[in-house]
């Protein structure tokens, strides 16, 4: 499954982006998604996920309050909200299933945060 990743771009701190994640295909709505971000010369790193139905939902530390997960089964797509952006949220950024990832990355989107 190639997952489709878009909405990233150049935006200065404290601007907003919404990002989207979509596998053509394959239908969402029974999988736990996360998002994941890597920055340059790090480790890929878990930002937020969401259960089957939206109700729960889960973020790192450093995005709480800022960013938002949510999905549209819908649509088969989830979302990443990204709010008062932060130079340090400058990083590549992917989706997948969680626990574990069990499809390929793919490239995810470039979201760069200028101070």
């Known amino acids: 499954v190639q997952l489709v990743v878009s909405g990233g771009g150049l935006v200065q701190a404290g601007g907003s982006l919404r990002l989207s994640c979509s596998a053509p295909?394959?239908?969402?709505?029974?999988?736990?998604i996360g998002w994941f971000r890597q920055a340059p010369g790090k480790e890929r790193e878990f930002v937020a996920s969401?259960?089957?139905?939206?109700?729960?939902?889960y973020y790192e530390d450093a995005v709480k309050g800022r960013f938002t997960i949510s999905r549209s089964n819908a649509n088969n797509t989830v979302y990443l909200q990204m709010n008062s952006v932060k130079p340090e949220d400058t990083a590549v950024y992917y989706c997948?299933?969680?626990?574990?990832?069990?499809?390929?990355w793919g490239q995810g989107t470039q979201v760069t945060v200028s101070s």
């Open positions: 997948n299933s969680r626990p574990e990832p069990l499809w390929s």
């Open positions: 969401i259960n089957c139905n939206g109700e729960r939902t």
């Open positions: 295909g394959r239908t969402f709505s029974s999988y736990l």
